[in-house]
C-alpha cells in the first residue's frame, strides 16, 4: 500500500502570503501609497456577493484599501461601461474587478477590455493573456496564478513533467496550461469532447481539474504519485462545497492533492491581492 496525499492547504498558505503582503503594504504606506481595489458588482446573486465580500475582507487584513460598487441588475452595459472609463481614469484605483458572471444583456468580453490593462488585477484583459502567453511580466489571472504558486510552495517539479489539464475557460483551464507551459511542462488539455479521457488524467503527473462538476474525477482516473489540484467549487443540495474530484479516492492514490474548501479557493483571492499592489506600485512609478 502506498501512502495517501499530502495536502496542500490553501487557506494556511493564503494566511502565510497575506502576513508578508501586510508588511509591504505597511511599507508601501509610509511611501504614501495606499492599494486601493475597486470591486464592481451587478445584480443580486448570493454567491457572488459571498465572493465579494471575501475579497473585500482579505483586503482588510493586509491594511489595503478597497471599495464595492453595487450596481441594479438592470443596469445598462452603456453605464456599465461608463463606470469603468471613471475607474481607469480615477488615480486613487489602483485595481478593477468586476466580478463575474454578469447579467446576460450584458457583453462580458466588451466589459473585460474596457478595463485599463494596467488595472486589470483579474488578468483577464486581452493584452495581460497576450503577455502571459509570450512570457511577459503581467497580470497573471488569480486562480492559475495560485495554483503554480501552490506547487512552488511544496518545491514540486513542474519541468519536464506532463501537466493535464480538464477544462478550457478562459479564466482557469487555459491560463493555467499556458502558465504551466512557461514552467516548461508538457501541457495537454481536455475537455468535454475528449474521447478515452481516464487515457489522458493517468498519464498525468499534474492533473488539474476545473469542470465545475461534482467529483468528474476519481482514484481510478489517478496516476499513483500524481499531484492532483482540483479547482471545482460546486455547492451541493446541502449547502456544502465540493470539488471536481473524489477527495477521498484521490488522496490514496496521488502524492498530494488540493482539498475543497481550503484549497484553491482562498489562493484566487490571495493572488489578486498581490496583484493588486503590483498595480499600486506599477502605476506610482508612471
Ligand atoms: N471577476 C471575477 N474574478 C474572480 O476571481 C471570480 C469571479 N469574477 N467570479 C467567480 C469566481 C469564483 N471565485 C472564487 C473565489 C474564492 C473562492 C473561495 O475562497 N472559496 C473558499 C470557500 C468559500 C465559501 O465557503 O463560500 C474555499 O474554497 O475554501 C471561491 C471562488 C472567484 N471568481
New binding site residues.
Given amino acids: 500500500m502506498s501512502k495517501t496525499a499530502e495536502v496542500i492547504n490553501g487557506?494556511d498558505l493564503s494566511h502565510e502570503l497575506k502576513m508578508e503582503m501586510k508588511q509591504e503594504v505597511a511599507q508601501l504606506e509610509k511611501e504614501g501609497i495606499v492599494p486601493h481595489l475597486t470591486v464592481v458588482l451587478v445584480g443580486e446573486d448570493p454567491a457572488?456577493k459571498?465572493?465579494v465580500s471575501?475579497k473585500q475582507k482579505a483586503c482588510t487584513e493586509t491594511g489595503m484599501s478597497s471599495d464595492l460598487i453595487k450596481l441594479d441588475e438592470t443596469v445598462t452595459e452603456e453605464e456599465l461601461l461608463k463606470l469603468i472609463d471613471k475607474l481607469n481614469h480615477d488615480n486613487h484605483v489602483h485595481g478593477i474587478?468586476?466580478?463575474?458572471p454578469l447579467p446576460k444583456h450584458i457583453a462580458e468580453q466588451k466589459v473585460i477590455e474596457a478595463i485599463d490593462p494596467s488595472k486589470d488585477v483579474?488578468g483577464f484583459h486581452p493584452v495581460s493573456i497576450g503577455r502571459m502567453m509570450i512570457g511577459e511580466d503581467t497580470f497573471l489571472p488569480?486562480?492559475p496564478y495560485g495554483i503554480i504558486t501552490m506547487l512552488k510552495s511544496k518545491n514540486i517539479e513542474i519541468s519536464g513533467k506532463h501537466a493535464v489539464i480538464v477544462g478550457r475557460s478562459n479564466i482557469v483551464g487555459k491560463p493555467v496550461g499556458q502558465l504551466l507551459l512557461n514552467e516548461n511542462a508538457t501541457v495537454t488539455y481536455c475537455h468535454s469532447r475528449t474521447k478515452n479521457l481516464r487515457e489522458f488524467t493517468k498519464s498525468a503527473d499534474i492533473l488539474v481539474v476545473a469542470v465545475g462538476k461534482p467529483h468528474v474525477i476519481n482514484g481510478e482516473d489517478v496516476k499513483e504519485g500524481a499531484v492532483v489540484i482540483d479547482v471545482g467549487?460546486n455547492r451541493i443540495e446541502d449547502g456544502s462545497?465540493t470539488g471536481d474530484v473524489d477527495f477521498d479516492s484521490a488522496k490514496e492514490k496521488a502524492s498530494y492533492i488540493t482539498p475543497?474548501?481550503?484549497?484553491v479557493?482562498?489562493m484566487?483571492?490571495t493572488m489578486?491581492l498581490k496583484n493588486t499592489i503590483k498595480a499600486a506600485k506599477e502605476l506610482n512609478r508612471k
Fill in positions: 487557506k457572488s459571498s465572493y471575501g474587478l468586476v466580478q463575474l483579474d488569480c486562480t467549487v462545497l475543497v474548501p481550503k484549497g479557493g482562498p484566487t483571492i489578486l
